[in-house]
């Protein structure tokens, strides 16, 4: 079965701190896409990455970077000098690979981000 | 480019009613997901619609059903409305068939049951 587990429900940080977000994944396929949401207090999910399972090559974006590791099965997400606005729920999220094209994802249960100025 | 636009933002209903919820899917995609997020907990999948024809079905009863209309909108119907069912209803869209677009997600129908 696939399975996405985040095991920090909440963190808190301070403004200007680096803060690493965790996501361990559990899957069979061999081909699959990961993916972090973050979702503000007025609900929509906003789109951050997705990364499929052959490309282990971290990513960069601003202050935002992720590390695909495949032989741990994480998917981890590091905002670096963080900021007020960055406060929010983050989601990692695993694809069905028979449903890539379409809606099928699999949530984690989210971690609590809050930044304190 | 307009995005994923759902309504109403928020429904109160008493328990055994039944609700319909809406969603405009983003200019240019084809393909309706459904998700149920419980207060503190991830999106759980309930359905996909390709072609107005439900493709895919998570873990929840024929009382959550569908439709996706010609224009790719989409309907999400709850019969016999229980407790448990109060959560927040997300809609996200896609393109199918056309290589990976990602997921665009709309801001959610907050339901309270009571």
């Known amino acids: 079965a696939q399975k996405v587990t985040q095991a920090q429900t909440e963190i808190s940080v301070v403004e200007k701190e680096d803060v690493t977000l965790d996501c361990v994944y559990e899957?069979?396929?061999?081909?699959?896409?990961l993916f972090w949401y973050k979702q503000p207090p007025s609900g929509e999910l906003v789109f951050l990455i997705r990364r499929n399972s052959f490309d282990e090559q971290n990513e960069i974006s601003g202050r935002y970077s992720w590390n695909f590791q495949k032989s741990t099965s994480s998917f981890n997400f590091t905002i670096t000098a963080s900021q007020v606005v960055d406060s929010a729920v983050y989601f990692c999220a695993l694809s069905d690979p028979d449903s890539s094209n379409t809606g099928k994802l699999i949530f984690g249960q989210g971690t609590t981000l809050q930044v304190k100025p | 480019e307009t995005g994923v636009t759902q309504s109403p933002t928020h429904l109160i209903k008493t328990r055994g009613q039944q609700v319909t919820l809406r969603c405009s899917s983003q200019?240019?995609?084809?393909?309706v997901s459904w998700y149920q997020q419980a207060l503190g907990q991830g999106p759980q999948f309930i359905f996909q619609y390709y072609r107005e024809e439900e493709n895919g079905r998570g873990n929840f009863p024929p009382r959550f059903s569908g439709l996706q209309f010609p224009n790719y909108s989409s309907e999400l119907n709850v019969n016999a409305l229980e407790l448990d069912d109060s959560a927040l209803y997300l809609c996200?869209?896609?393109?199918?068939?056309?290589?990976?677009?990602?997921?665009?997600f709309g801001s959610g129908t907050r339901l309270t049951v009571v």
């Open positions: 899957t069979r396929d061999t081909t699959y896409y």
């Open positions: 996200a869209s896609t393109t199918a068939g056309q290589g990976f677009t990602g997921y665009t």
């Open positions: 200019s240019g995609h084809n393909t």
